[in-house]
């Protein structure tokens, strides 16, 4: 089954179940995804790999959002936001903690024969592909930096 039409299905249950916070989530999703569908140059169908990216990048914006809103003290929006982000990271796959992400960015190091942060475009060329949709690049970034220094 595809995730637009797990989206589709769990949208439905919301509804019946009235769960307002989980069908703001939903809807987001779905809209992003169409969003991705009709983009020039894409194919009717969107992969796997596009999605995670849609997902990452709907919870990416969340973060930033509540972020602002926790800094002007708007708890009311902030968490509109929180709950949106953790009805969309159920539909990412599991995210890796930082230990996790510094053994394989070390194996990738070593594997890549990187020595110093000249080579931090090569480390994280590789480090994104292997983490993909299960770490942020953010995080990624700055475990390759501290262990490249």
Do not use: C, F, H, W
Request: net charge negative; no cysteine.
């Amino acid at each position: 089954m595809s995730l637009e039409q797990k989206i589709n299905q769990d949208i439905k249950a919301a509804m019946i179940a009235k769960d307002t916070a989980r069908l703001r989530g939903l809807r987001a999703v779905k809209a992003a995804i169409l969003l991705a569908k009709t983009e020039k140059g894409s194919s009717e169908e969107v992969s796997e790999e596009t999605e995670i990216k849609v997902l990452q990048k709907l919870v990416k914006q969340r973060k930033e959002s509540a972020e602002i809103y926790k800094a002007q003290g708007r708890e009311d929006l902030l968490q509109i936001e929180v709950e949106e982000q953790e009805v969309i990271e159920q539909y990412l796959p599991k995210q890796l903690d930082r230990s996790e992400i510094e053994n394989i960015i070390k194996e990738i190091i070593s594997s890549t024969d990187a020595s110093g942060i000249k080579d931090m475009g090569k480390v994280m060329g590789a480090a994104n592909q292997k983490l993909a949709g299960q770490a942020d690049g953010k995080t990624i970034s700055e475990v390759v930096k501290s262990l490249l220094t």
